[in-house]
């Protein structure tokens, strides 16, 4: 059985940094590109970022290009978000998703963390 | 980057009424595999995003044979033949033609 758990949200300071972790189990994590999507209050959801199965490339919404960094363990079966620089607007709910199958995108999701940028 | 757009952004549906969303893509998403890569997804109150369709008209496992999708190009509907209780909630179309992925601005269900 599929099981994605985030952790590592909290209240942070805008222009402050913030890592999020994901740990994976019950499907081989290496095998597959894992994703990170976002829920702010009052919005709908909104792709984050996404990692190649090996970690050798990663991808990323406008809004995060050049802030966050996406990177993985395949030893620890856990993914990361480094978030930099900070902002009001990234204030959300952050889920890790990942693929059922080799062509699949979101297919299972993590139970999700809050990440509250507030001064 | 494509843009996802859904109708209605709410819908109020008495149990066992049939009920349907539609989503727009600005691109189509009929690749050239013959697939068409567009996704549907139920968030339910207090929980995480499921899956309830990929690739325009398969329902993942686990998803009652009363959700079903269909449409092609850019054009697409989810449709839920009798809607029961469990099924509030918002659900959100999404592309997975190109990166970045864009979900359709959702769509509230809520019982009369």
């Known amino acids: 059985q599929v099981q994605l758990v985030e952790s590592g949200g909290g209240v942070v300071r805008p222009g402050r940094s913030l890592r999020l972790s994901c740990t994976a189990s019950?499907?081989?994590?290496?095998?597959?590109?894992i994703h990170w999507v976002r829920r702010a209050p009052g919005k709908g959801l909104e792709w984050v970022a996404v990692?190649?199965?090996?970690?050798?490339?990663?991808y990323y919404a406008d809004s995060v290009k050049g802030r966050f960094t996406i990177s993985r363990d395949n030893s620890k079966n856990t993914l990361f978000l480094q978030m930099d620089s900070l902002r009001v607007e990234d204030t959300a709910v952050y889920y890790c998703?990942?693929?059922?199958?080799?062509?699949?995108?979101?297919?299972?999701w993590g139970q999700g963390i809050r990440v509250t940028v507030s001064s | 980057d494509i843009v996802m757009t859904q109708t209605p952004l709410s819908l109020s549906v008495t149990p066992g009424q049939p009920a349907s969303i539609s989503c727009k893509s600005s691109?189509?998403?009929?690749?050239?595999?013959?697939?068409?890569?567009l996704y549907w997804f139920l968030q339910k109150p207090g929980q995480s995003p499921q899956l309830l369709i990929y690739?325009?008209?398969s329902r993942f496992s686990g998803v009652p044979d009363r959700f079903s999708g269909s449409g092609s190009g850019t054009d697409f509907t989810l449709k839920i033949s009798r809607v029961e209780a469990e099924d509030v909630g918002v659900y959100y179309c999404?592309?997975?033609?190109?990166?970045?992925?864009?979900f359709g601005g959702g769509t509230k269900v809520e019982m009369k």
């Open positions: 990692i190649s199965h090996d970690g050798g490339k990663g």
């Open positions: 691109q189509s998403l009929l690749h050239s595999d013959g697939k068409t890569y």
């Open positions: 019950g499907f081989t994590f290496s095998d597959y590109g």
């Open positions: 998703a990942s693929p059922a199958t080799p062509n699949g995108y979101l297919d299972y």
């Open positions: 999404m592309q997975g033609m190109h990166l970045p992925l864009t």
């Open positions: 690739e325009l008209s």
